[in-house]
């Protein structure tokens, strides 16, 4: 089975800046599309950016788009997640997943494959 391992959460200023690693392993086909999820407290998942195989195809949520630039590296089976201008709002356990297409509508809905256990990042004010 497919393993995703997140990476590089912590606690950041806001105006600040964190990249997050996902590196993925095990028995495992390839992927077509690697995203980003995140869940705060109390509220709903919500999709926050999606790659595809290529790398020439990105998806953004609105509320990061400009700040937040998703990357992968198939070479060693990691994608990454750049966030820069970060907002307390965007403290939250950040969850990376991967599916096996590239479909703008599933991604919203969150419907992937597989799914890491996340990672923890909080910005203060």
């Known amino acids: 089975q497919v393993q995703l391992v997140e990476s590089g959460g912590g606690l950041v200023q806001a105006g600040g800046s964190l990249r997050l690693s996902c590196a993925a392993s095990?028995?495992?086909?390839?992927?077509?599309?690697m995203a980003w999820f995140r869940q705060a407290p109390g509220k709903e998942r919500e999709f926050v950016a999606a790659i595809s195989w290529s790398g020439t195809s990105s998806y953004y949520s609105d509320s990061v788009k400009g700040r937040f630039t998703i990357s992968r590296d198939n070479a060693r089976n990691t994608v990454y997640l750049q966030m820069n201008s970060l907002k307390p709002e965007d403290t939250a356990v950040y969850y990376c997943?991967?599916?096996?297409?590239?479909?703008?509508?599933?991604?919203?809905?969150?419907?992937?494959?597989?799914w890491g256990k996340g990672t923890l990042v909080t910005v203060s004010s």
């Open positions: 997943a991967t599916d096996s297409s590239f479909d703008l509508d599933e991604l919203a809905r969150g419907n992937m494959d597989y």
């Open positions: 095990g028995r495992a086909r390839r992927s077509v599309a």
